[in-house]
């Protein structure tokens, strides 16, 4: 059986972390240990690591701030398993989520493997819609957590796992911030590792409590996606650019109402049927009234924030190459 070491930086957010070690000390197997690394935080987690110091097998490190791609690299360096896995701190960890990666690298070994997020039962309405906005289909986040996705599966760092290998030849990641997860699977893959997903190994994803929050979030994703292309240009592909057609096409409707008024209703037609498909999915799969009308609102801002994100950052790097 293989020892794992489950590595979590975290930033001034000691609530989160209680919850994720409560849900860690429940795994069903043992076999782990738990590195938290404290990247430079005002508010620490300190004495909540230490109420679980008779629960877990569990070290607190603590480093300047440095970022979480680096914040991971240094637990790497400290950590005693033959496995690595990575959570954001804001995640909870169903019971059984190691026995499955146990049982599933026996069966179908990976050198590096990804799982999907769910919204728990707990999460508020905003939160679950804003999971359902980063899951579903009719967004760019039905891209990740399947099976059928184009081309390589990239792991994500909020539930990614690495051999111990794939440490040692790649040297972790190269960036801390702006997409460091995407450039470090492509990295793996590159190097001949084989990668994929372990679909059963879901964890439930906290995110962002507001949809202000999460607007800030998407935006950074969209300028990460734009920085990844300076180290990957191919990494930048069609689909990425969905959310900016999505975007242009609400500007350019305002602006057939001026100009031809059977076009505009035409194109206002086509948005109301993609926000009722979107309505009457979450609602189905939240069943809540209250959780599909605010996904229509997370699909909206997650969109346009990826796509003014993408056009910041595309801005910002011909403004420093001029």
Same mark, same amino acid.
């Given at each position: 059986m293989r020892f794992?070491? %489950? $590595?979590?930086?975290? +930033?001034?957010?000691?609530? *989160?972390?209680?919850?994720?070690?409560?849900? #860690?000390?429940?795994?069903?197997l043992k076999n782990f240990e738990v590195i938290i690394v404290e990247d430079g935080s005002s508010i620490t987690c300190k004495?909540?690591?230490?109420?679980?110091?008779?629960?877990?097998?569990?070290?607190?490190?603590?480093?300047?701030?440095?970022?979480?791609?680096?914040?991971?690299?240094?637990?790497?360096?400290?950590?005693?398993?033959?496995?690595?896995?990575?959570?954001?701190?804001?995640? %909870? $960890?169903?019971?059984? +989520?190691?026995?499955?990666? *146990?049982?599933?690298?026996?069966?179908?070994? #990976?050198?590096?493997?990804?799982?999907?997020?769910?919204?728990?039962?707990s999460f508020t309405p905003v939160q679950k819609a804003i999971n359902y906005a980063m899951t579903s289909v009719f967004t760019t986040g039905g891209i990740r957590g399947r099976k059928q996705h184009a081309g390589p599966y990239h792991p994500r760092s909020f539930n990614m796992g690495i051999s111990r290998q794939v440490y040692e030849k790649t040297g972790g990641y190269c960036i801390t911030r702006m997409g460091e997860d995407i450039e470090f699977s492509i990295r793996i893959i590159n190097s001949g590792f084989k990668v994929g997903l372990i679909e059963e190994a879901f964890v439930y994803h906290k995110r962002r409590t507001s949809l202000g929050q999460f607007y800030k979030q998407l935006h950074f994703f969209g300028r990460a996606r734009i920085n990844v292309g300076r180290f990957f240009p191919g990494e930048v592909k069609p689909v990425h650019f969905f959310p900016l057609f999505f975007l242009l096409g609400w500007l350019a409707l305002m602006g057939t109402w001026f100009v031809c008024r059977p076009l505009f209703y035409l194109g206002l037609a086509l948005y109301a049927g993609y926000y009722f498909l979107i309505f009457i999915d979450s609602v189905w799969k939240n069943r809540s009234?209250?959780?599909?009308?605010?996904?229509?609102?997370?699909?909206?801002?997650?969109?346009?924030?990826?796509?003014?994100?993408?056009?910041?950052?595309?801005?910002?790097?011909?403004?420093?190459?001029?």
């Open positions: 794992y070491s %489950l $590595i979590v930086p975290v +930033y001034n957010r000691p609530d *989160e972390i209680a919850e994720l070690l409560a849900s #860690l000390a429940g795994q069903t004495k909540e690591v230490e109420r679980f110091a008779g629960k877990l097998d569990i070290r607190y490190c603590v480093k300047e701030n440095s970022g979480q791609g680096f914040s991971r690299n240094y637990g790497f360096a400290r950590a005693k398993g033959d496995y690595f896995i990575v959570f954001d701190s804001d995640c %909870l $960890i169903p019971a059984n +989520y190691l026995q499955i990666v *146990e049982d599933h690298l026996n069966k179908d070994y #990976l050198d590096a493997y990804g799982g999907p997020d769910r919204a728990d039962a009234l209250v959780v599909g009308i605010l996904s229509v609102a997370a699909a909206t801002i997650q969109l346009s924030a990826y796509a003014m994100g993408m056009v910041s950052e595309y801005l910002r790097g011909k403004k420093g190459s001029a």
